[in-house]
């Protein structure tokens, strides 16, 4: 057989690589659903393996904003 066609090992970068962006996606889809606190997790795990993922440091600010705003719409709406 020829050494070429058989699929060649990743290395744990790149299989870190690979597993971030899964869990950022999964992320990025539970922040379009409104599932802020979901979103922050799967952000978080993202950035387990690979910290630099900047994206995912931004999305977990957004999220948390968002977050603190629904609290906050929610004690007004409790005031009023």
């Known amino acids: 057989r020829d050494l070429h066609s058989f699929p060649t090992r990743r ?3 790149q299989f870190n690589e690979d597993v971030s ?3 950022s996606d ?12 979901g979103a ?3 952000y ?14 931004n999305n977990i ?4 904003k968002k977050l ?3 609290k906050t719409d929610a004690v007004e709406l409790f005031e009023n």
Do not use: M, V, W
Not at 44 to 57: G, Q
């Open 61 to 64: 600010e957004i999220c948390k």
């Open 26 to 37: 999964l992320g990025a889809f539970s922040q379009r659903r409104g599932d802020f606190q």
């Open 68 to 70: 603190k705003k629904k």
């Open 40 to 42: 922050i997790k799967s």
């Open 44 to 57: 978080t795990r993202a950035l387990a393996f690979n910290p630099k993922h900047s994206i995912c440091l």
């Open 21 to 23: 962006k899964i869990y």
């Open 11 to 13: 290395s744990s970068d």
